[in-house]
């Protein structure tokens, strides 16, 4: 079964560095990585996603993540973190082969930004 | 529409009570997906269209849950007898259904504000 695992509940880094937020995932087949960030009652936005090609993607407010099939992880980085960026943030792994359309998602990690 | 409308926002109800929460996916998305998110917690599968039917039903809780799309467009989920443990945000979202999977894997979910359930 496929299944995503964020192992840092929170992440605090002061703005103007860079910010990284973990994931690793677990699929039978070739996966689909995804990250989502939700800001405080607000639904679920799209960043970024790598299907297939540069393991290096970039996506939208600056963030980018980085595919490494060796470590079955899809890191999420970005060079200079800004207090906005505050929220919450999502992995998520689809195992298009096995599972179909159906999106997993990890746990969340909580980023703050502080000033 | 532009976006996922999902109604109600909020519905408090009373444990043993039915729930009807509604989902308007964005127009010519044909898949549609329901998620549940708790407290904490990323958000949970629960179901799955393509079209009208459910491709894959396998995170309903249990036969007190069931979802419809009758005309491949609005969905309902509907939760009999609810208990305080079914308190949650419902979670929709749509996107581009191909029939490929390999394709459509690659499909970017838009998700709605949600619904707030509070079952008291």
């Known amino acids: 079964a496929q299944s995503v695992a964020q192992p840092e509940d929170q992440v605090n880094v002061a703005e103007g560095n860079p910010l990284t937020v973990k994931c690793t995932y677990s699929v039978s087949g070739n996966p689909y990585l995804f990250w989502y960030v939700q800001y405080p009652n607000r639904g679920l936005q799209f960043l970024l996603k790598?299907?297939?090609?540069?393991?290096l993607v970039k996506g939208s407010y600056g963030f980018e993540a980085e595919f490494n099939k060796s470590q079955t992880s899809f890191h999420l980085k970005k060079p200079s973190a800004l207090v906005s960026d505050s929220a919450l943030y999502f992995c998520?792994?689809?195992?298009?082969?096995?599972?179909?359309?159906?999106?997993?998602f990890g746990q969340g990690t909580e980023l703050s930004v502080k000033p | 529409g532009a976006g996922v409308s999902q109604t109600p926002s909020n519905k408090v109800t009373e444990k043993g009570k039915y729930v009807e929460l509604r989902c308007d996916p964005i127009s010519g998305h044909t898949a549609l997906y329901w998620y549940r998110q708790s407290l904490g917690q990323g958000p949970e599968f629960l179901i799955y269209?393509?079209?009208?039917?459910?491709?894959?039903d396998s995170g309903l809780p249990n036969d007190r849950f069931f979802a419809v799309r009758p005309e491949g467009s609005v969905s309902t989920l509907k939760i009999q007898r609810t208990e305080r443990g079914d308190s949650a945000v419902y979670l929709c979202?749509?996107?581009?259904?191909?029939?490929?999977?390999?394709?459509?894997?690659?499909?970017?979910?838009?998700f709605g504000a949600g619904s707030r359930l509070t079952v008291l």
């Open positions: 998520a792994v689809r195992d298009v082969y096995n599972q179909g359309g159906k999106l997993i």
């Open positions: 979202a749509s996107s581009l259904g191909l029939p490929n999977p390999r394709l459509s894997g690659a499909n970017v979910l838009t």
């Open positions: 790598y299907i297939t090609g540069d393991n």
């Open positions: 269209f393509q079209g009208t039917g459910a491709a894959d």
